[in-house]
């Protein structure tokens, strides 16, 4: 099934290349009038994020224009290759293996699965109680008891936040929200958009205005200006593309100010484990960008609040 | 076919970048040794050459476990042309094999540990570095730190878990005059254990453990 044939798809990707295109034509200008030696690093940064971005784009836009299943295949690949990165990152014992075997090959490809068939009931529960208690129980009969809580807790955590979580943005396509005539790709495609969006506004933000860093300790980078500037214009353009979503203009203000607000606590936490292991990326896959875990960080937390608060309200 | 089938999909399971700081295309033979912890940390490296130097390197493996099996078999003497040799008979002619490889123009991959640790401590080397850099001592001796192998693949475990792994190439070291065994195979050890902090003696988890 494809939805390339929806008008409303066509312009929101329209809208998004056209964009794409204006950022890449500014980095050019920028290019040719960054004097120190600083501003042109910065911008040489913000062109090789901006490519990525491109690239990250099509790969979304041709996910979503598939339908269901390409949504869920791309999103069961970002899980993979994030909890790939996390594990790498906070360390894994050689007695976590069959632990691990289990996280990545029969868990998340489940959950993956679950979303497919619509299984809802067993996708909420899968992995905050099966493989929550799973984990630990192999541990045990492994039988090594060192640090036997920190690397139980650390297997889940990544399970949550790089499986379950996620997950749940693909998931929004088993809802059925009366009147909205089965198009809730269109609301994947609106989630993904503001939070990313949220994220290059702050960063932008942040490079312009930022003064006064909201948790210099975390990172130096998320200042208060930022965080206003971006959240507030994040905020404004879901708004302003309600036409695509089932809610209306305040409605649509009000998902994305929520949504907006979850990424950037995401964002903010995934960086507290970076900065306690003393890293800047949690990987190099993407250039510009640093991991894939480092471009979805916001999407963990705002893709299950903005399931959780669409299905209440309006499914 | 299968050689590049192999080095593709070691590539795409550990996921590890090599960082070289050496060019990767010298202009001699070469000695690559490094750090053992997994059955993957040969294909790691074989994997990250370029594909026609990959051609021109063999690893060096136990003749008991690679001739254990006619697939092992296949893969050792047509896949990889590894240079097999008998754990159990020792140095000599082990050298004397390892020494006909290098004079016939092809590269090897040992590992000086003489067999895989559980990847929190580097064992001393083995003398087999030592015999090689004085019978060819036009042989570059490169030095390689694998990192995460052990993970990716322990000892004893049959399915790898994709984990993402480090390796890094690092400048050759050569033998000095007149200088020792012990002396060279030391300065060996070091240079793997100086390319990367995950390879040595603080490696594990812990409290202790060094930060990423």
Same mark, same amino acid.
């Given at each position: 099934?494809?939805?390339?044939?929806?008008p409303v798809?066509?312009?929101?990707?329209?809208g998004i290349?056209?964009?794409?295109?204006l950022?890449?034509?500014?980095?050019?200008?920028?290019?040719r009038?960054?004097?120190?030696l600083?501003?042109?690093?910065?911008?040489?940064?913000?062109?090789q994020r901006?490519?990525?971005w491109w690239?990250?784009?099509?790969?979304?836009?041709?996910?979503?224009?598939?339908?269901g299943?390409?949504?869920i295949?791309?999103?069961?690949?970002?899980?993979f290759?994030a909890?790939?990165?996390?594990?790498?990152?906070?360390?894994?014992?050689?007695?976590?293996h069959r632990?691990?075997?289990i996280?990545?090959?029969?868990a998340?490809?489940?959950?993956y699965v679950?979303?497919?068939?619509?299984?809802?009931?067993?996708f909420?529960?899968l992995i905050?109680?099966y493989?929550?208690l799973?984990?630990?129980?192999?541990?045990?009969?492994?039988?090594?008891?060192r640090?036997?809580?920190?690397?139980t807790?650390?297997?889940?955590w990544?399970?949550?936040?790089?499986?379950?979580a996620?997950?749940?943005?693909p998931?929004?396509?088993?809802?059925?929200?009366?009147?909205?005539?089965g198009?809730e790709?269109l609301?994947?495609?609106?989630l993904?958009l503001?939070?990313q969006?949220?994220d290059?506004l702050q960063?932008?933000?942040?490079?312009?205005f930022?003064?006064?860093a909201?948790?210099?300790?975390?990172s130096p980078?998320?200042?208060?200006?930022?965080?206003a500037?971006?959240?507030?214009?994040?905020?404004?353009?879901?708004?302003?593309?309600?036409?695509?979503?089932?809610?209306?203009?305040?409605?649509?203000a009000?998902?994305?100010?929520?949504?907006?607000l979850?990424?950037?606590l995401?964002?903010?936490?995934?960086?507290?484990i970076?900065?306690?292991?003393?890293?800047?990326?949690?990987?190099?896959l993407?250039p510009g960008?640093?991991?894939?875990?480092d471009?979805?960080?916001?999407?963990?937390?705002?893709?299950p609040?903005?399931?959780?608060?669409t299905?209440f309200?309006f499914? | 076919?299968?050689?590049?089938?192999i080095?593709?999909?070691?590539?795409?399971?550990t996921g590890?970048?090599?960082?070289?700081?050496?060019a990767p295309?010298?202009?001699?033979v070469r000695v690559y040794?490094a750090?053992?912890?997994?059955h993957?940390?040969?294909?790691?490296?074989?994997?990250?050459?370029?594909?026609?130097?990959?051609?021109?390197?063999?690893?060096?493996?136990a &003749?008991?476990?690679?001739?254990?099996?006619?697939?092992r078999r296949? +893969? =050792?003497?047509? *896949?990889?042309? !590894?240079? #097999? %040799?008998?754990?159990?008979g020792?140095?000599?002619?082990?050298?004397?094999?390892m020494?006909?490889?290098?004079?016939?123009g092809?590269s090897?991959i040992i590992?000086?540990e003489g067999?895989?640790?559980?990847? &929190?401590a580097?064992?001393?080397?083995?003398?087999?570095?030592?015999? +090689? =850099?004085?019978? *060819?001592?036009? !042989?570059? #001796? %490169?030095p390689?730190a694998?990192?995460?192998?052990?993970?990716?693949?322990p000892?004893g475990a049959?399915?790898?878990?994709?984990?993402?792994?480090?390796?890094?190439f690092?400048?050759p070291?050569?033998?000095?005059?007149?200088e020792?065994?012990?002396?060279l195979?030391e300065?060996a050890? =070091?240079?793997?254990?100086?390319?990367?902090?995950?390879?040595?003696?603080d490696r594990?988890v812990?409290?202790?453990?060094?930060?990423?």
């Amino acid at each position: 099934m494809s939805n390339l044939s929806d008008p409303v798809l066509q312009q929101l990707l329209g809208g998004i290349f056209a964009a794409l295109a204006l950022a890449t034509l500014a980095g050019q200008v920028l290019k040719r009038r960054a004097g120190t030696l600083a501003a042109r690093e910065t911008v040489a940064n913000m062109n090789q994020r901006i490519k990525a971005w491109w690239v990250m784009c099509v790969v979304f836009g041709v996910a979503v224009v598939t339908g269901g299943i390409g949504s869920i295949v791309l999103f069961g690949l970002l899980s993979f290759l994030a909890l790939r990165e996390f594990i790498t990152l906070v360390d894994s014992d050689r007695a976590d293996h069959r632990a691990l075997l289990i996280a990545f090959f029969i868990a998340l490809p489940a959950q993956y699965v679950l979303v497919g068939i619509g299984w809802y009931g067993l996708f909420s529960i899968l992995i905050p109680v099966y493989a929550f208690l799973l984990i630990p129980a192999v541990l045990a009969i492994i039988g090594e008891t060192r640090d036997f809580l920190r690397r139980t807790a650390t297997i889940q955590w990544g399970l949550a936040i790089c499986v379950y979580a996620i997950s749940h943005a693909p998931a929004l396509l088993l809802l059925d929200i009366p009147g909205y005539g089965g198009r809730e790709a269109l609301l994947l495609f609106f989630l993904v958009l503001v939070v990313q969006l949220s994220d290059v506004l702050q960063y932008v933000f942040g490079k312009l205005f930022g003064r006064h860093a909201i948790a210099p300790r975390v990172s130096p980078n998320k200042t208060w200006e930022g965080f206003a500037g971006g959240v507030t214009c994040a905020t404004l353009i879901g708004a302003a593309l309600y036409w695509a979503t089932p809610f209306d203009p305040l409605e649509a203000a009000a998902m994305s100010l929520l949504v907006a607000l979850a990424g950037f606590l995401g964002g903010l936490v995934m960086a507290a484990i970076k900065r306690d292991r003393g890293v800047k990326d949690y990987g190099a896959l993407i250039p510009g960008h640093g991991g894939v875990l480092d471009r979805i960080d916001s999407l963990t937390f705002a893709a299950p609040v903005f399931f959780h608060v669409t299905r209440f309200f309006f499914a | 076919m299968v050689a590049a089938l192999i080095a593709g999909l070691a590539r795409l399971v550990t996921g590890a970048v090599a960082v070289w700081q050496v060019a990767p295309r010298g202009e001699r033979v070469r000695v690559y040794f490094a750090n053992h912890s997994s059955h993957a940390d040969f294909a790691t490296i074989w994997a990250a050459l370029p594909a026609d130097l990959r051609a021109r390197t063999r690893p060096v493996a136990a &003749a008991d476990y690679w001739n254990a099996s006619a697939s092992r078999r296949y +893969l =050792a003497a047509r *896949v990889f042309r !590894a240079v #097999l %040799i008998d754990r159990a008979g020792g140095g000599p002619a082990a050298t004397a094999q390892m020494v006909a490889a290098l004079r016939g123009g092809d590269s090897l991959i040992i590992f000086p540990e003489g067999t895989r640790g559980d990847g &929190a401590a580097l064992a001393p080397f083995k003398s087999g570095l030592y015999h +090689l =850099a004085v019978a *060819v001592p036009e !042989a570059e #001796l %490169i030095p390689v730190a694998l990192v995460n192998l052990n993970r990716v693949l322990p000892k004893g475990a049959a399915i790898p878990v994709p984990v993402i792994a480090r390796l890094t190439f690092g400048q050759p070291i050569a033998i000095e005059p007149g200088e020792s065994k012990t002396s060279l195979l030391e300065r060996a050890r =070091a240079a793997v254990m100086a390319l990367d902090e995950g390879v040595g003696p603080d490696r594990g988890v812990g409290p202790d453990r060094a930060l990423a």
